[in-house]
């Protein structure tokens, strides 16, 4: 038998692009790195002002006074917090007055910037084109423009240091019917049709079908009005006159104007303040970016 000839052995080098690529790949994760460490550094500035406010909260007037810039305290304590429950009857007055107004902002604004963009998207009436452009118009104008003739017409109406008038501008949003407008477009309109076709009415129909499979919707809507009504300052400051009418914010400047020496209790009054919103936050963060890209822009 003849001997087979052995085949010599070739290595195979990298091709030239290999290392290229390796070339190109290390600009582009120094650069990665450059934007995680100026994000991280921002995420640090932003935070620690909130650190500091808890960290004051917790202090003894005597430690706020001597070391205003630690952000752990020597000896923790809830005084401050104490002292505005013990001492500040109108802080838990306000507070009920906040939730009141929040809860009903949150309630009844789902449900009528969920039928406006609904209307709009679905049902055919005169005008439909040009209450869209309204609506689209009114984005475009700022709400401090508005203060001054809300205030004159709730004045004439009577709403004045009531709960009404706290309430009754902020039940319609121009932002939100046009962000559900956007969602019912994209809504299958062959689920509406099952349903006429079951016997069901228009109202029927979009209570029924359409708001329960638009729960991220609303629970993105109901997360920014949520915090815009809770943080809500001009408004209460123009129409309560009365401090038993204020709400938290507008509460919490007269308050400081009374203890504005008195960081720590300023502070733990601020926490407080805060508190309802973080939790929510913490609890709903995702719908927050669902919100931002709700609907598209499809026409």
Do not use: C
Request: hydrophobic share 55%; aromatic share 16%.
């Amino acid at each position: 038998m003849k001997e087979t000839a052995q085949m010599p052995i070739r290595t195979v080098k990298n091709p030239p692009s290999a290392g290229r690529k390796e070339r190109s790949g290390s600009p582009a994760r120094l650069w990665w790195g450059l934007l995680y460490a100026v994000l991280i550094l921002y995420a640090v500035i932003t935070f620690l002002p909130f650190v500091w406010a808890v960290s004051t909260s917790l202090k003894t007037l005597q430690e706020v006074s001597h070391r205003p810039t630690a952000l752990i305290p020597d000896q923790p304590t809830l005084e401050a917090y104490r002292l505005i429950f013990s001492r500040t009857d109108l802080f838990l007055r306000w507070f009920f007055n906040s939730a009141v107004v929040t809860a009903t902002v949150v309630i009844l604004g789902l449900l009528f910037n969920s039928m406006a963009g609904y209307a709009l998207a679905r049902i055919p009436f005169f005008g439909q084109r040009f209450w869209f452009w309204f609506v689209l118009a009114s984005l475009m104008v700022p709400g401090q423009v508005l203060i001054v003739p809300k205030y004159l017409i709730i004045r004439d109406l009577g709403g004045v240091n009531t709960y009404w008038g706290l309430f009754l501008p902020s039940l319609v949003n121009a932002t939100w019917v046009f962000m559900m407008r956007q969602f019912f477009l994209n809504f299958p309109r062959e689920l509406e049709e099952a349903a006429e076709l079951d016997g069901l009415n228009r109202l029927q129909t979009f209570f029924r079908i359409v708001l329960p499979l638009a729960k991220p919707a609303l629970a993105a809507q109901a997360m920014f009005l949520f915090i815009g009504s809770w943080n809500e300052f001009m408004w209460p400051l123009v129409i309560a006159t009365e401090q038993t009418m204020y709400t938290l914010p507008v509460g919490l400047t007269a308050f400081r104007s009374e203890y504005y020496t008195f960081w720590n209790v300023v502070m733990a009054a601020s926490m407080l303040f805060t508190l309802p919103s973080l939790i929510l936050f913490i609890s709903f963060r995702r719908y927050f970016m669902e919100g931002i890209t709700l609907g598209g822009l499809k026409e």
